[in-house]
């Protein structure tokens, strides 16, 4: 699986969007982007996945470069329960992957009042 | 419809026990996957379970080892408890091959 780097910290206002970026400048084609966060003393929690088109849902928004060596997760209107550790995982789908998740160190995302 | 529950939420046991962690997947899911995540790092991944056989294991030594049941719930067992098996214990399960994985809370392991 491609290695990963995320900023270890970030800050957002409430209500403003926060831009969650990531380098995964290793990248092979078959190999999708997901985002996971960890609100603290809790277990992690999908977000959003993409192999090369941006994606939305309830959530997020997942904006994967047309070179797909960086994506960014972007959080519309940020609130403080989304105060977490937010990951980034590059992963193959299928075949003998077995979805194994493979974490880094992510990033510390405080949202402020 | 209840998540992924485990038990029991903590632990302490001394170096040189052993530890039996559990596990019961989201409804509707077959596989189980186990992740160790020390402090201030990233869940680790320790093995998978499918169809009660280990898939899939990471790099992890023999002293770390499961079993699935025909309930699809899992255990995670560790023998020789050594001071840095210390670590919240994360179970993951799925429906095989889907994409999002639903995490437990952890049983959270102190070795002293």
């Known amino acids: 699986d491609a290695k990963t780097t995320q900023p270890p910290s970030m800050d957002c206002a409430e209500g403003r969007a926060a831009n969650l970026p990531c380098n995964h400048s290793?990248?092979?084609?078959?190999?999708?982007v997901y985002w996971y966060r960890q609100i603290h003393s809790q277990g992690p929690q999908y977000i959003i996945h993409g192999l090369k088109n941006n994606e939305t849902n309830e959530m997020a928004s997942l904006i994967i470069t047309e070179d797909r060596k960086s994506s960014t997760l972007i959080l519309p209107h940020a609130t403080l329960r989304d105060t977490a550790v937010y990951y980034c995982i590059v992963r193959v789908d299928g075949g003998t992957s077995y979805g194994k998740l493979t974490f880094g160190q992510g990033t510390i995302l405080t949202v402020h009042p | 419809d209840a998540g992924v529950t485990q038990s029991p939420t903590h632990l302490i046991k001394t170096r040189g026990q052993q530890v039996t962690l559990r596990c019961s997947p989201k409804?509707?899911?077959?596989?189980v996957s186990w992740y160790q995540q020390a402090l201030g790092q990233g869940p680790q991944f320790i093995f998978q379970?499918?169809?009660?056989?280990?898939?899939q294991r990471g790099n992890f030594p023999d002293r770390f080892s499961g079993h699935q049941f025909p309930n699809y719930s899992s255990e995670l067992n560790v023998n020789a408890l050594l001071l840095g098996d210390s670590a919240l214990y994360l179970c993951a399960s799925r429906r095989d091959r889907a994409y999002e994985q639903y995490f437990g809370p952890g049983t959270r392991l102190t070795v002293t």
């Open positions: 409804s509707g899911h077959d596989t």
């Open positions: 379970y499918y169809e009660e056989e280990e898939r």
């Open positions: 290793t990248i092979s084609g078959n190999e999708y």
